[in-house]
């Protein structure tokens, strides 16, 4: 899990000494493995991105909308995103679209379908999620009854009008499983021509709360055939505190590889993502063809303010070339009573980036407003401008992900400058002291403001990237020269290039 702040070195995890201004006494070795990052592989019904390398920066702000949990977004060709979500209440399903992530926070939304009166469909209305299936849209969810509102079954609406906000939702009933248990959370993904169904379901006499399972999908869209594969089985400590739950699967496909996050603990702050992979040319339905990761994937942050992030959806941004995870938390820890009753989770977004071994990599749930961007070197192209005992420099293969993105707000200085907020380290900004730059707390001063502030220009090697001058020291401009980042002035090609920047 990534450490919010950088006090170990986020590959090693080996203990640093630090000098009295809070940076280290000698400066690290740094990696000299090149990012290998490959075109994605293209499967049908799995949300994706094109090119693996040099994906443009996407900017949007969160919360995306407050108050929905269990957050699914479908991008459908018809040009729109579909969201739809747990609504507090949990008394029916809402469906929302536009044309832009962003504009989805502002949609106007419609009640599609209201829990039964009586019965089966009648309490707990919970993780909707849309799917386009043979020319039909698809609602797959969760329910109790009114008589026993704990008695969670998984169920299908199916409406064949064109825009679903519209026309009518024919109630498919339940998906049959082969246990009548506690189940929740389907979801559903092609790979290999095969479309299966994941969820997550009380399999009797194991004790726990949910564990999450796959299998084929059948004739239609609301039955499963086939052998049931058990796929996970909360074990670890970070998958059972408060209870033992492996819930909301969700896939994505990238690399030849299919990745299966899914939501573990008790939905307060120790709600977290976990991550299972496997060879997309695998049996999926083989256990043994899944590794499951022994930490968790994404998790807490007390240093962004972000608490219990989970049950996750993916799609792709409005250019096709970014993979984005949605999800919700809350921007508090401390929950009083059931935290199924606290109303204030919200959807948020933000990019997947990809590791050099082709593994997705989540970061850590941002700070709320503005998205964070990655700058990578225009002449080193699988190096990132990154932090790293507050001293920034660039690095290729920057695992501890939170470490390398900045947001860019406007200019502490004023003047039409702009400065470069740590993610992980909220409050610290990219400065030059000493024409070195660094990483650190803004202590207010008018000093530290003409220090962290730059002008953004179009790149001087490249006007597609980023050149950022600096405010105080007119004609110097951040630059990396042995892997360091400075501010100095430039003149030949190659010093040009060493001060352009692409955001990713």
């Given at each position: 899990?990534?450490?919010?702040?950088?006090?170990t070195?986020?590959n090693?995890?080996?203990?640093?000494?630090?000098?009295?201004?809070?940076?280290?006494?000698?400066?690290?070795?740094?990696?000299?493995?090149?990012?290998?990052l490959?075109?994605?592989a293209v499967?049908?019904?799995?949300?994706m991105a094109?090119?693996?390398?040099a994906?443009?920066?996407?900017?949007?702000?969160?919360?995306?909308?407050?108050?929905?949990?269990?957050?699914?977004?479908f991008?459908h060709?018809d040009?729109?995103?579909?969201?739809?979500?747990?609504?507090?209440?949990?008394?029916?399903?809402?469906l929302?679209?536009?044309?832009?992530?962003?504009?989805l926070?502002?949609?106007?939304e419609?009640?599609?379908?209201?829990?039964?009166?009586?019965?089966?469909?009648?309490?707990?209305i919970?993780?909707p999620?849309?799917?386009?299936?043979?020319?039909?849209w698809?609602v797959?969810?969760?329910?109790?009854?009114?008589?026993?509102?704990?008695?969670?079954r998984?169920?299908?609406?199916e409406?064949?009008?064109a825009?679903?906000?519209?026309?009518?939702?024919?109630?498919r009933?339940?998906?049959t499983?082969?246990?009548?248990?506690?189940?929740l959370?389907?979801?559903?993904?092609?790979?290999?021509?095969?479309?299966?169904?994941?969820?997550?379901?009380q399999?009797?006499?194991?004790?726990?709360?949910?564990?999450?399972?796959?299998?084929r999908?059948?004739?239609?869209?609301?039955?499963?055939?086939?052998t049931?594969?058990r796929?996970?089985?909360p074990t670890?400590?970070?998958e059972t505190?408060?209870?033992?739950?492996?819930?909301?699967?969700?896939?994505?496909?990238?690399?030849d590889?299919?990745?299966?996050?899914?939501?573990a603990?008790?939905?307060?702050?120790?709600?977290?993502?976990?991550?299972?992979?496997?060879s997309?040319?695998?049996?999926?339905l083989?256990?043994a063809?899944?590794?499951?990761?022994?930490s968790?994937?994404?998790?807490s942050?007390?240093a962004?303010s972000?608490y219990?992030?989970g049950?996750?959806?993916?799609?792709?941004?409005?250019?096709?070339?970014?993979?984005?995870l949605?999800?919700h938390?809350r921007?508090?820890?401390?929950?009083?009573?059931?935290?199924?009753?606290?109303?204030?989770?919200?959807t948020?977004?933000?990019?997947?980036?990809?590791?050099a071994?082709?593994?997705p990599?989540f970061?850590?749930?941002v700070?709320?407003?503005?998205?964070p961007?990655?700058?990578?070197?225009?002449?080193?192209?699988?190096?990132?401008?990154?932090?790293?005992d507050?001293?920034?420099?660039?690095?290729p293969?920057?695992?501890?992900?939170?470490?390398?993105q900045?947001?860019?707000?406007?200019?502490?200085a004023?003047?039409?400058?702009?400065s470069?907020?740590s993610?992980?380290?909220?409050?610290?900004?990219?400065?030059?002291?000493g024409?070195?730059?660094y990483?650190?707390t803004n202590?207010?001063?008018?000093l530290?403001?003409?220090?962290a502030?730059?002008?953004?220009?179009?790149g001087l090697?490249?006007s597609a990237?980023?050149?950022?001058?600096s405010?105080?020291?007119?004609?110097?401009?951040?630059?990396?020269?042995?892997?360091l980042?400075?501010?100095?002035?430039?003149?030949?090609?190659?010093?040009?290039?060493?001060?352009?920047?692409?955001?990713?």
């Open positions: 899990m990534p450490l919010p702040f950088p006090r070195d986020p090693t995890r080996r203990a640093v000494r630090r000098g009295p201004a809070g940076h280290c006494v000698p400066p690290r070795l740094r990696s000299t493995l090149a990012a290998v490959v075109v994605l499967s049908a019904g799995l949300p094109t090119p693996a390398h994906a443009p920066a996407v900017t949007y702000t969160n919360p995306l909308v407050n108050q929905r949990a269990d957050p699914h977004i991008r060709t040009g729109y995103y579909y969201l739809t979500a747990t609504v507090p209440q949990y008394d029916r399903i809402v929302r679209r536009a044309t832009t992530l962003q504009g926070a502002t949609a106007a419609t009640t599609i379908w209201s829990r039964h009166t009586s019965g089966e469909m009648g309490a707990h919970w993780a999620e849309i799917h386009f299936i043979n020319n039909r698809y797959y969810f969760a329910a109790g009854r009114t008589d026993d509102v704990w008695r969670i998984m169920y299908v609406l409406n064949a009008n825009n679903p906000l519209t026309g009518s939702w024919t109630e009933g339940r998906i499983t082969p246990w009548d248990t506690f189940s959370d389907a979801s559903t993904f092609v790979a290999n021509g095969v479309r299966y169904l994941t969820w997550a379901q399999e009797p006499a194991m004790g726990n709360n949910s564990n999450v399972y796959l299998a999908m059948g004739a239609n869209p609301w039955q499963i055939t086939g049931v594969t796929l996970v089985v670890y400590d970070w505190r408060g209870y033992r739950v492996a819930e909301g699967p969700a896939a994505i496909q990238r690399n590889r299919i990745f299966l996050t899914y939501s603990s008790a939905t307060d702050a120790n709600y977290c993502l976990g991550m299972l992979s496997a997309a040319s695998a049996n999926l083989d256990a063809a899944w590794s499951k990761s022994p968790p994937v994404f998790a942050n007390a962004t972000q219990g992030p049950h996750n959806s993916f799609t792709v941004s409005e250019d096709g070339q970014s993979d984005i949605v999800y938390d921007n508090y820890r401390d929950i009083t009573g059931d935290p199924l009753n606290d109303p204030n989770r919200r948020r977004l933000q990019k997947v980036y990809w590791n071994d082709g593994t990599n970061g850590i749930p700070p709320d407003g503005a998205t961007v990655r700058l990578r070197s225009h002449d080193q192209a699988s190096s990132y401008i990154r932090h790293y507050y001293r920034a420099r660039i690095e293969n920057v695992t501890n992900l939170a470490d390398s900045f947001r860019i707000v406007t200019g502490l004023g003047g039409g400058s702009v470069l907020e993610t992980n380290f909220p409050g610290y900004y990219l400065r030059h002291r024409y070195a730059l990483v650190e202590d207010g001063s008018a530290f403001g003409g220090d502030s730059f002008r953004r220009q179009a090697a490249d990237g980023i050149s950022l001058e405010q105080n020291f007119p004609g110097r401009h951040v630059r990396h020269r042995d892997g980042l400075y501010i100095e002035a430039v003149s030949s090609s190659a010093e040009r290039a060493s001060a352009t920047f692409h955001l990713e």
